[in-house]
């Protein structure tokens, strides 16, 4: 780096110091950057742990050859998983051929609803994955994943009951190197490295993106404490995956917290945006943007992207676009959405589905009074909603018509797959709806809306800062005139403003 920042050469100082760094890094700040500038003071052997392999190779480009940029896939992979190489290479196959394997045959009663084999088939495998995510030494109850349908705390504990043992007995499976009835993955090697409690051969160790980290790859982190000086960095605001079991390290970290709040992606405008997400996050950081880039923020009839807060809500933008005639991209593909159309189109004809969210449904008019009265459901409403208005048929078309990002007019994306990314003009879409209004009523005799969870805080906070030259808040600009993004002047400056 020809001009670090204060902060960066900050963090530069300390890191030579030998501490421990927790280093919060907003949007667009020059996170991976600053960790290359962090390597190249010094002549110790290092290891970058990056989050996944694109960024590992883009990092080796950038930092020197002391420092050996990898996954912790990759190094768990050369460590042991490699032992696994036949088992990996295995065929796919349906979850519900791996429980008949298991001795799941027959469908339980819980409550008002039979689990079919199929569902305790998915059920097992996911309790499976979720303890390969943890940091636990053993599989036990609380890893088996609740039903929709079932969520009730009793009925929960009758699912485990029976769930649990056939889990257990899949994870034994897995460990036999050369066969076996489970498809062997990925995360089940790392998470044999991590039980063996590894030590990794450096002097530092960068962790990045840790406010996503899975708890597995904390635990091994960690333990190199003793050995190895410890550097991770990320964005506790952008701490969104909660919901998969990445949890966010940074913030417990023993070490010295520094940050990196100059953002090069945008300029002053947006990051004084950015700032009310992360006031109601309560993120430790505030940015401050270049002033060089001039970023506006308004209408924009010509976005690069479209950022959604569901797969449906960027199923609905994308035959919005279709409709009037523009090249259209989803990000990650139609595979998702596809297979919910077609879960639909089951229900809709009288089968059940092997879909995952809606497997134990057996009729769309059981889906639909679910979505519908069930407040655990109504996240599937907008699905409902979706079909009824535009039918199965017309939903699969439009996956059909969809082209790649290279070339498209306008990608569509949830907020979660367009972290990371940016784009020079971004609209906001108008799922992302504003909190119900409590009972309560305001002196001119209005409602007081509810208070904004902190979680679709730091979401919002994920989906303003992908713009580069030009927002269109869209969905989100009914923060303007909810109390908690306008807080009163009586809060202290330093919480406001960068």
């Not at 429980?99 to 495998?125: E, K, N, Q």
């Not at 109504?378 to 048929?393: A, K, R, T």
């Amino acid at each position: 780096m020809l001009n670090p920042t204060a902060e960066q050469t900050a963090a530069a100082e300390r890191f030579q110091a030998g501490e421990h760094l927790a280093l919060q890094a907003g949007a667009g700040t020059g996170k991976t950057t600053t960790l290359a500038l962090l390597a190249s003071r010094t002549p110790r052997p290092g290891r970058y742990i990056a989050y996944n392999r694109a960024i590992a190779l883009d990092a080796a480009a950038r930092f020197p050859t002391t420092v050996i940029c990898k996954t912790a896939h990759a190094l768990a992979y050369a460590a042991l998983g490699h032992r696994y190489r036949t088992r990996l290479n295995g065929p796919r196959q349906a979850g519900w051929r791996t429980g008949a394997a298991l001795g799941i045959t027959r469908p339980v009663r819980i409550g008002d609803r039979d689990v079919s084999p199929r569902a305790l088939s998915h059920t097992a495998l996911q309790a499976v994955t979720r303890y390969c995510h943890s940091a636990d030494r053993t599989l036990t109850r609380h890893h088996v994943p609740p039903l929709r349908g079932i969520e009730d705390r009793g009925l929960h504990a009758e699912l485990v009951a029976v769930v649990l043992p056939f889990a257990q007995k899949a994870w034994a499976d897995l460990q036999h190197p050369d066969n076996g009835v489970v498809r062997f993955d990925h995360d089940h090697y790392l998470k044999m490295w991590a039980l063996s409690q590894p030590k990794i051969d450096a002097s530092f160790l960068l962790l990045d993106e840790a406010q996503d980290t899975n708890p597995v790859v904390e635990q091994i982190f960690t333990a190199q404490r003793d050995h190895a000086q410890l550097v991770m960095v990320g964005d506790s605001a952008q701490a969104i995956y909660g919901w998969r079991g990445a949890r966010d390290v940074m913030t417990g970290f023993d070490g010295t917290a520094l940050t990196l709040s100059q953002s090069f992606r945008f300029g002053p405008h947006l990051a004084q945006e950015a700032n009310r997400w992360l006031a109601i996050a309560g993120a430790p950081i505030r940015l401050e943007g270049t002033e060089s880039i001039r970023t506006e923020l308004g209408a924009t009839d010509h976005p690069q992207a479209v950022l959604c807060r569901t797969n449906v809500g960027a199923m609905t933008e994308v035959m919005k676009l279709l409709a009037v005639g523009r090249r259209v991209a989803l990000a990650g593909g139609g595979s998702a959405l596809k297979a919910l159309a077609q879960a639909a189109r089951d229900l809709k004809e009288g089968r059940r589905t092997a879909h995952p969210e809606l497997i134990l449904f057996s009729s769309w008019g059981e889906l639909q009074d679910y979505a519908q009265q069930d407040p655990a459901g109504s996240d599937l409403l907008p699905l409902v909603d979706l079909v009824q208005e535009h039918g199965v048929d017309a939903i699969l078309t439009a996956v059909d018509q969809l082209v790649d990002e290279s070339r498209a007019e306008v990608t569509v994306s949830t907020a979660h797959k367009a972290k990371g990314r940016e784009w020079p003009q971004v609209k906001i879409a108008d799922d992302f709806l504003p909190p119900k209004d409590t009972e309560e009523k305001d002196s001119q005799g209005l409602p007081v809306p509810g208070p904004i969870d902190e979680t679709e805080a730091r979401l919002a906070y994920v989906a303003v800062t992908r713009a580069r030259h030009r927002l269109d808040l869209g969905g989100l600009s009914w923060i303007h005139h909810h109390p908690d993004g306008n807080p009163p002047p009586s809060t202290p400056r330093h919480l406001l403003t960068p």
